[in-house]
């Protein structure tokens, strides 16, 4: 499985973005799909997954902002983020568990100014 995260940039405090997670092949049959971030000097934390049935769980510091989605027909998983902050900015990492296997994207950088 490969992932293709993209679709962060460089937004003011309040604004929207939604990061966009491109896999190879078919999703539908990922048990677990996650979006996770990091800054430098910290570990990477997750902050939203998503079950195949689309059971969905959000991290505290961003329930009510950020959304997860996931589309089995284009194959994608989104992070929908309102009301972005400064802390928000990170590179943001989409993540698959698929035959216990881990596969991680890229990364993509969210800058959000102040």
């Known amino acids: 499985v490969q992932l293709q995260a993209s679709g962060g940039g460089l937004v003011q405090a309040g604004e929207s973005l939604r990061l966009s997670c491109a896999a190879s092949?078919?999703?539908?049959?990922?048990?677990?799909m996650s979006w996770y971030r990091q800054t430098p000097g910290k570990q990477r934390e997750v902050v939203a997954s998503?079950?195949?049935?689309?059971?969905?769980n959000v991290v505290d510091i961003v329930k009510g902002r950020f959304t997860i989605s996931r589309d089995n027909i284009k194959n994608a998983v989104y992070l929908s983020m309102n009301s972005l902050k400064p802390e928000d900015t990170a590179v943001y990492y989409c993540?698959?568990?698929?035959?216990?296997?881990?596969?991680w994207g890229q990364g993509t950088l969210v800058t959000v100014s102040s």
């Open positions: 998503i079950t195949a049935r689309g059971t969905t």
């Open positions: 993540k698959a568990i698929y035959s216990g296997m881990v596969y």
């Open positions: 092949g078919s999703i539908s049959t990922i048990p677990i």
